[in-house]
């Protein structure tokens, strides 16, 4: 299968040249981190294949704009296309589908790998019709990881009429989001940012929101779904205990 690969990551283009030496299945006619490049290439030589970043940062072009330009073509036979990208939203996605993508990878999931993009442009090669399957779509995962958060905090009575709850729901739900990303502010400074409100202010909502479980709730309840230890002077788990735990304790669940 004759791959072109668009991505203006070094590494990624370092990656699928290894992957390349140990297959006879596939064959890259080139790697550019630039559409307007990619779109000669296709013209060109006729890749079967394309592996598209979208961004392209540290290239020239988007490859929203090479999209735009090869549906511009008319090829006879077009090429099957997997976007490869860190950007998850709606409209993105909306985009792709609209514009004939065959298959979606988002970067940051857990079991992303460059083997799984080529073994899936592979599995594509012998469909004539374009198949648009997105991984992880971000509706569908915000709404199993918003349901999660729930969950755990209804089993240890954290009564959702307090705004610590909101507040509690909405840091555990940051941290899960920006697990691996070293760039993000700290939770503390997306719940001001969001809510307009005190540091102090909502780490005391937060707190209250916690005693009062621990005021409520069974014993039993607390020792079965919290697990953590917690400083035995205080008898409670400070904010931040609690929403690391929750975040850790849901994302091994996903």
């Not at 294949?49 to 999209?67: Q, V, W």
């Not at 969001?194 to 707190?207: D, E, F, V």
């Not at 005021?215 to 904010?239: C, K, Q």
């Amino acid at each position: 299968m004759k791959l072109l690969l668009i991505e203006d990551d070094v590494k990624e283009h370092d990656i699928y040249k290894e992957i390349e030496k140990t297959r006879n299945d596939i064959k890259f006619i080139a790697m550019t981190n630039s559409d307007e490049e990619g779109i000669n290439i296709v013209e060109k030589y006729k890749p079967d294949g394309i592996i598209l970043d979208l961004e392209l940062t540290k290239g020239t072009g988007t490859g929203f704009n090479f999209l735009e330009k090869l549906n511009k073509l008319k090829l006879k036979n077009k090429p099957k296309i997997i976007v490869t990208t860190n950007i998850c939203s709606e409209s993105v996605y909306e985009f792709l589908h609209e514009n004939n993508v065959d298959f979606i990878f988002y970067k940051k999931q857990n079991d992303y790998s460059q083997d799984k993009v080529i073994n899936t442009l592979l599995l594509l090669k012998g469909y004539s019709n374009n198949i648009v399957k997105v991984i992880k779509d971000e509706k569908e995962c915000k709404n199993i990881i918003d349901e999660k958060i729930n969950k755990e905090l209804d089993l240890i009575g954290v009564s959702a009429h307090l705004q610590g709850r909101k507040y509690l729901h909405d840091a555990i739900y940051y941290i899960i989001e920006n697990y691996n990303n070293t760039d993000k502010i700290t939770t503390m400074q997306y719940l001001v940012r969001k809510y307009k409100k005190s540091n102090s202010t909502i780490s005391r909502a937060m707190q209250n929101a916690i005693l009062h479980a621990w005021r409520i709730s069974p014993l039993e309840d607390l020792i079965t779904h919290y697990t953590a230890r917690i400083n035995y002077e205080t008898g409670v788990p400070t904010p931040t205990e609690f929403m690391y735990y929750y975040a850790n304790k849901i994302k091994k669940q996903l």
